[in-house]
T-cell receptor, first 113, second 110 residues
């Protein structure tokens, strides 16, 4: 089975800290994605990547950046964490262009205090 | 603009009853369509998908969905719900980067 692993299940950070959320997939998928999940809002796309060193903005990129130096790893960076970034963050990957669907990680619940 | 609407925030059904979860979308052309399920404390799991051909698609766990182009809908159904189906269900649309609905939480009464 494809696995998408997010490094932390729970994370508590202080306002203003730089935060790194790591995601690794083990099945050579081309595409990787970061979403945040909030009650009543569903999943909202932050950033995605179709290839190493490539990135595309999603619907809510403000306050976030990403890094994809290796195919299997896609990092989400909160440059200066704020309380409104308290959320569940989900990483996903897909095989490539086409109707493949996503494989999701278990999520990182981030609390910014 | 792309959008996905799940009109029902919360649905309660009795065990053994039938289920239909609604999904409507707005997109430039017919996108790929998906349903995912998220059990409490778990990640999202793909239930089924539609991209072409027969408009009635079968998925895992006994679920099916019907694509209706004229209504821009992709509703999820199950003939007989089990207690283990209690979860949150998300409709998603797109090509490579998908957009998700707000989700429908399903409660199953004994």
């Amino acid at each position: 089975d494809v696995k998408v692993t997010q490094s932390s299940r729970y994370l508590v950070k202080r306002t203003g800290e730089k935060v790194f959320l790591e995601c690794v997939q083990d099945m050579d998928h081309e595409n990787m994605f970061w979403y945040r999940q909030d009650p009543g809002l569903g999943l909202r796309l932050i950033y995605f990547s179709y290839d190493v060193k490539m990135k595309e903005k999603g619907d809510i990129p403000e306050g976030y950046s990403v890094s994809r130096e290796k195919k299997e790893r896609f990092s989400l960076i909160l440059e200066s964490a704020s309380t409104n970034q308290t959320s569940m963050y989900l990483c996903a990957s897909s095989l490539g262009t086409g109707p493949y669907g996503y494989t999701f990680g278990s999520g990182t619940r981030l609390t910014v205090v | 603009a792309q959008s996905v609407t799940q009109p029902d925030i919360h649905i309660t059904v009795s065990e053994g009853a039938s289920l239909e979860l609604r999904c409507n979308y707005s997109y430039g052309a017919t996108p790929y369509l998906f349903w995912y399920v998220q059990s409490p404390g778990q990640g999202l799991q793909l239930l089924l998908k539609y991209f072409s051909g027969d408009t009635l698609v079968q998925g895992i766990k006994g679920f099916e969905a019907e694509f209706k182009r004229s209504q821009s809908s992709f509703n999820l159904r199950k003939p007989s719900v089990h207690w283990s189906d209690a979860a949150e269900y998300f409709c998603a649309v797109g090509y490579n980067d998908m957009r998700f609905g707000a989700g429908t939480r399903l409660t199953v009464k004994p």
